[in-house]
């Protein structure tokens, strides 16, 4: 198996802010169960609503890893 190729600084701290929002994402889905069981309406509908922007801003980091050309696919 072959290493994978070496990134460049940009490119790391592209997956570092991809990995950081996915990781915020993933607090706001815990609280959301918090909020689920105490059965706090107003905190489970924020924290649902907080963590899909983070998982949008995570997905959207991502897709500036895609090479421009598609990957040659």
Do not use: K, N
Not at 21 to 33: D, F, M, P, Q
């Amino acid at each position: 198996m072959m290493a994978p190729a070496p990134i460049t600084h940009t490119t790391a701290l592209a997956f570092d802010a991809a990995g950081e929002a996915a990781a915020i994402a993933e607090s706001y889905v815990r609280a959301a169960g918090e909020f689920a069981q105490a059965r706090d309406a107003r905190g489970l509908s924020y924290s649902l609503r907080q963590a899909a922007v983070a998982l949008a801003a995570a997905a959207s980091t991502a897709q500036t890893l895609r090479p421009a050309d598609g990957g040659g696919r």
